[in-house]
């Protein structure tokens, strides 16, 4: 990154406060707004023959290595699972039941992408299946933001949904980048065979290095007499613990970073309450570090897709992006439909219209989709698809779902509260 990039981004970046009112004022994302400002930005600069700094293959080492280990860490920090006796017991069966969650969306997705497509040469299975992880990653935070009416059920759903999926996601997206970009006919059943077992050895050791290593950061947790010595274990924590997991032991840095997250979790709770609760602040001073830095990445990746926005998509890849929506759909649809009788007989009416409207995809689509190698023959049909997919949802959903919450908490069976 250089000091031009860094220039860039601290210029645009506190415009995000008035915008964010604004957003709140509409009812809509704001996450379009940075798009925008991005896009503008970015244009801008070409006129003014300014160079951003900006480059291709700077991305992935940006996302991967900056943003993901933050917005995993506190998506899991930041979940309450609202009315459950035991939380960390909550958390810990999302968090498990998200990956063949993840991989049903993703797989089912990915079929009707790669017949809906059909181009075998220029958009083979791995393109599909890459496509389809990306989209598999929802996040329901821009659109639950602009309502106060949705059901207290729902929202806790859409919430463990967008952090499970985004752990799974992005370790399912840096598996399948490992695997060879074309193999042959031949080799095809022999590389599915041997990746099959080796993803559950990915993400499972992943599981088990962060669950170790969050055991041995919560003792120095306790003795921490300070937010900034508890700032620094957890940074420590969760940047150390993705690199060394995945440069090092070849397993899934994400996965280890949740784990770790989910174990010291009860370390950095709120459970002080009162100004004179020395610990109780403190907690809540690392935990406001995480969430102002999350919140800053969040808007630096729209940012940065805002940048690397380019009307080409739309005019090449148009009928894809519009396969890719109609995928998406489908895809919630039919595992929505298998999960139905799992709800409460008497809520159903009142949850499924948000948990399948609610699902749209977001910041971590933008990221990954930025951070895909260039040297990828298919890799701008899949960046066109994954931007079109977020544009629909930040346009159509986010604009659509306060109305339909409004409209559901009208109907007389729907309680908001429940």
């Not at 509409?26 to 798009?35: A, E, N, S």
């Amino acid at each position: 990154m250089t000091s031009n990039t860094l220039l860039f981004a601290c210029c645009l970046l506190p415009l995000a406060v008035p915008l964010e009112r604004l957003a709140t004022r509409w009812r809509m994302p704001t996450g379009l707004f940075m798009l925008a400002l991005g896009y503008a930005a970015g244009e801008l600069c070409v006129v003014l023959g300014w160079d951003t700094g900006l480059r291709w293959d700077r991305f992935k080492d940006l996302i991967t290595q900056c943003a993901i280990p933050t917005l995993v860490f506190y998506s899991v920090l930041a979940f309450q699972p609202r009315s459950a006796r035991h939380p960390a017991r909550v958390l810990l069966l999302v968090l498990l039941l998200s990956l063949p969650l993840t991989l049903l969306v993703a797989g089912l997705t990915a079929l009707l992408l790669y017949y809906g497509i059909g181009a075998p040469q220029g958009f083979p299975w791995l393109a599909a299946l890459l496509t389809g992880t990306l989209l598999s990653c929802t996040d329901a935070s821009p659109l639950i933001s602009t309502t106060r009416r949705l059901p207290a059920k729902a929202r806790m759903l859409l919430e463990g949904e967008t952090m499970g999926t985004e752990a799974s996601a992005i370790a399912l997206f840096m598996f399948l980048l490992a695997l060879p970009a074309q193999p042959g006919q031949a080799e095809a059943g022999s590389a599915l065979t041997q990746a099959v077992p080796y993803f559950f050895y990915y993400t499972g050791g992943g599981l088990l290095l962060g669950a170790a290593f969050g055991l041995l950061a919560r003792p120095l947790l306790a003795l921490a007499q300070s937010a900034p010595a508890q700032l620094l274990i957890t940074l420590a924590l969760a940047y150390g613990l993705n690199l060394f997991a995945s440069n090092q032991l070849g397993i899934s840095g994400v996965m280890a970073v949740a784990a770790a997250a989910l174990v010291v979790r009860p370390h950095l709770e709120g459970t002080g309450h009162g100004t004179g609760n020395e610990a109780g602040q403190r907690i809540r001073d690392c935990r406001g570090w995480w969430k102002a830095s999350e919140h800053a990445l969040e808007h630096l990746v729209f940012l940065l897709a805002g940048v690397t926005f380019q009307w080409l998509m739309f005019e090449k890849r148009w009928l894809a992006i519009l396969i890719g929506i109609g995928a998406v759909l489908i895809a919630r649809a039919l595992v929505l439909a298998a999960l139905t009788p799992t709800l409460p007989r008497g809520q159903r009416l009142g949850l499924l219209p948000p948990l399948f409207w609610g699902g749209s995809c977001g910041v971590i689509t933008l990221a990954l989709a930025l951070a895909l190698p260039t040297r990828l023959n298919y890799w701008f049909t899949v960046q066109s698809i994954a931007y079109g997919v977020v544009l629909f949802g930040l346009l159509v959903q986010g604009i659509t779902f306060p109305r339909l919450c409004d409209r559901g908490a009208a109907h007389p069976r729907v309680n908001p509260n429940t």
